[in-house]
T-cell receptor, first 114, second 107 residues
Framework: EAQVTQNPRYLITVTGKKLTVTCSQN?????MSWYRQDPGLGLRQIYY???????DKGDVPEGYKVSRKEKRNFPLILESPSPNQTSLYFC?????????????FGPGTRLTVL | GIQVEQSPPDLILQEGANSTLRCNFS?????LQWFHQNPWGQLINLFY???GTKQNGRLSATTVATERYSLLYISSSQTTDSGVYFC?????????FGTGTSLTVIP
């Protein structure tokens, strides 16, 4: 089954404790992206990757890191989480950004930073 | 970045009614997509529509790129249509989402 998976689905942590949210897709997509969703703000793009070893900042990259060592995986790293990073996070993938294909979204990760 | 505005922010419909959701964007875009987020949080693509009109069952969408807006039509609404509808503008590599229209369909 074609899908985007994220882990964990739910996470409660404390300020300053490094964490990684994993994202994996099995569709051989080149483009992958991370978003955060906050009430009243819609989804905002954090980072995106056009292909392996190519990553770029989105609208709200501060406090986040990403890596793209393999085509299928695109982990999101919070090295020192703060309460303002409490949010619902989505990973998405597509063949070539939005130019020729739609994005497929993972199920979301709900993160709470205390 | 591009500003994306959606209206109305909230909508309550009786089952069977029709509705039109609007998405305005502030600059030229490569593509415009519509998504539905169901009450469980799952995001599903509805339309990939840089211009013109597309139809899928009871849903259809029209994008007028020269005037920088897109419309999503829902006909004969059902309770399963409830959720939040987002439009997203693609400028090449980046995506900009609107703040969504929250739709509640009551039986």
């Amino acid at each position: 089954e074609a899908q985007v998976t994220q882990n964990p689905r739910y996470l409660i942590t404390v300020t300053g404790k490094k964490l990684t949210v994993t994202c994996s897709q099995n569709m051989n997509h080149e483009y992958m992206s991370w978003y955060r969703q906050d009430p009243g703000l819609g989804l905002r793009q954090i980072y995106y990757s056009m292909n392996v070893e190519v990553t770029d900042k989105g609208d709200v990259p501060e406090g986040y890191k990403v890596s793209r060592k393999e085509k299928r995986n695109f982990p999101l790293i919070l090295e020192s989480p703060s309460p303002n990073q409490t949010s619902l996070y989505f990973c998405a993938s597509s063949f070539t950004g939005g130019r020729t294909d739609t994005q497929y979204f993972g199920p979301g990760t709900r993160l709470t930073v205390l | 970045g591009i500003q994306v505005e959606q209206s109305p922010p909230d909508l309550i419909l009786q089952e069977g009614a029709n509705s039109t959701l609007r998405c305005n964007f502030s600059d030229s875009v490569n593509n415009l997509q519509w998504f539905h987020q169901n009450p469980w949080g799952q995001l599903i693509n509805l339309f990939y529509i840089p211009s013109g009109t597309k139809q899928n069952g009871r849903l259809s969408a029209t994008t007028v790129a020269t005037e920088r807006y897109s419309l999503l039509y829902i006909s004969s609404s059902q309770t399963t249509d409830s959720g939040v509808y987002f439009c997203a503008a693609d400028t090449g590599n980046q995506f900009y989402f609107g703040t969504g229209t929250s739709l509640t369909v009551i039986p």
